[in-house]
T-cell receptor
């Protein structure tokens, strides 16, 4: 079985540009999570969906960040007007009925 | 608030030595916390190592063990004899599965290097 697939693996943007990160969850998994990892903050929860519906976005910055799950096979995390402090590894995870999270390898975003 | 604190790395041990990575948690808003250890091997994604849902129980996997101690709010990861292949980053995490929330709160991670 393929695991969680995240694309791109690396993205470099200029300050003020938009960045979109993609996640393909494991087939059959009903929940998709987004986390952000930085050296300073560690692994921070951003948001999650269950059965494509947004359940908890308490970790999402209120401005510039948005996440969607238009169908059960992919989710996107969009960052508008990227800033250097947005540089991080963005991790996507999916989960089935057990609640166990299966993570992708992450998308490393670098904002110059 | 809810949080997880674990041994700050990096930690370096020699092969066949014993290992303990400390993890303590604070779960002020979670009635029945669940505890997890995740591991990230070089070049791979974060993956579940072991989990314990109920206080007082022990989880084990790949020679690692962790006991959920509600009295000391701890979930230390131990291994009697480490191998070079155990070199990885280990994350302790706190969850609240019974409430239906699958969000996890992670510790900062502990980089482990096992020397041959």
């Amino acid at each position: 079985n393929a695991g969680v697939i995240q694309t791109p693996r690396h993205k470099v943007t200029g300050k003020g540009q938009e960045a979109t990160l993609w996640c393909e969850p494991i087939s059959g998994h009903s929940a998709v999570f987004w986390y952000r990892q930085t050296i300073v903050q560690g692994l921070e929860f951003l948001t999650y969906f269950r059965n494509q519906a947004p359940i908890d976005d308490s970790g999402m910055p209120k401005e510039r960040f948005s996440a969607q799950m238009p169908n059960q096979s992919h989710s996107t995390l969009k960052i508008q007007s990227t800033q250097p402090q947005d540089s991080a590894v963005y991790l996507c995870a999916s989960s089935g009925n057990t609640g166990q999270l299966y993570f992708g390898e992450g998308s490393k975003l670098t904002v110059l | 608030g809810d949080s997880v604190t674990q041994t700050e790395g990096p930690v370096t041990v020699s092969e066949s030595e014993s290992l303990i990575i400390n993890c303590t948690y604070s779960a002020t808003s979670i009635a029945y916390p669940n505890l997890f250890w995740y591991v990230r091997y070089p070049g791979e994604g974060l993956q579940l190592l072991l989990k314990v849902i109920t206080a007082g129980q022990k989880g084990s996997s790949r020679g690692f063990e962790a006991t959920y101690n509600k009295e000391t709010t701890s979930f230390h990861l131990q291994k009697a004899s480490v191998q070079e292949s155990d070199s990885a980053v280990y994350y302790c995490a706190l969850g609240d599965l019974p409430s239906g929330s699958w969000q996890l709160i992670f510790g900062s991670g502990t980089q482990l290097t096992v020397m041959p």
